[in-house]
């Protein structure tokens, strides 16, 4: 790796960690309204906002290790994309959580290791796999997302802006995989992939 990149993958990784990215697009939730939520509305609005933002770290780190994994620049381009509008989601997310009076997630340093090491594997496995596992990373955070749109207050509109546009881009990730050659993930390949996200989700929502 040159030096140059090097120092844009750390500075990158930096930015994750620190909560200090900008979003490239306005937050969806930027024209609306703050909305007038009781404790328990906002509570739930927070820490949902919050395992969301676990997840955009663990997805910067997955990308990351992904395109540094392929030599594959036909691969490596649409990952590196997919990467900087998921940086939205992130910045989008922690502004969220700010404004509900919250935190970001404790255990961030830990989810962006283990998704940099999986990452890396994922894209060593070669390009088809690759995005078979990009496939299947968007098709479960899609999945994941329309869950947090169940159980936010119909009135808190603000976050429900937020999810549902990243619902959108996340849909879009894994049209984009499929349209490049994704494998099918075969099912111990997806269940293992969903304990994973469980054990993540339900940490980052407490801590």
């Not at 007038?36 to 969301?52: K, S, T, Y």
Request: hydrophobic share 40%; charged share 30%; with cysteine.
């Amino acid at each position: 790796m040159s030096l140059d990149r090097f120092i844009t993958e750390f500075d990158r990784a930096l930015r994750t960690l620190t909560d200090t990215v900008q979003a490239t697009r306005p937050s969806p939730a930027a024209d609306l309204l703050e909305p007038d939520l009781d404790r328990a509305e906002r509570d739930q609005a927070m820490r949902l906002m919050r395992v969301n933002h676990c997840g955009e770290v663990c997805a910067q780190a997955l990308y990351q290790g992904q395109a540094l994994a392929t030599r594959n620049e036909r691969i490596a381009r649409p990952l590196r994309a997919a990467a900087d509008e998921e940086l939205d989601h992130l910045a989008w997310s922690g502004q969220r959580i700010r404004e509900l009076g919250g935190r970001t997630s404790r255990l961030n340093p830990l989810w962006y290791a283990g998704s940099l090491a999986l990452g890396y594997a994922a894209g060593r496995a070669g390009d088809r796999w690759n995005l078979a596992f990009l496939r299947e990373t968007e098709r479960q955070v899609e999945a994941h997302l329309a869950s947090h749109l169940d159980r936010l207050s119909p009135r808190d509109t603000a976050t429900r802006a937020v999810v549902e546009q990243m619902k959108v881009d996340e849909a879009g990730h894994a049209a984009t995989a499929q349209r490049l050659g994704a494998r099918h993930m075969p099912e111990w390949g997806r269940r293992l992939m969903a304990r994973g996200s469980g054990v993540m989700t339900r940490l980052s929502y407490w801590i």
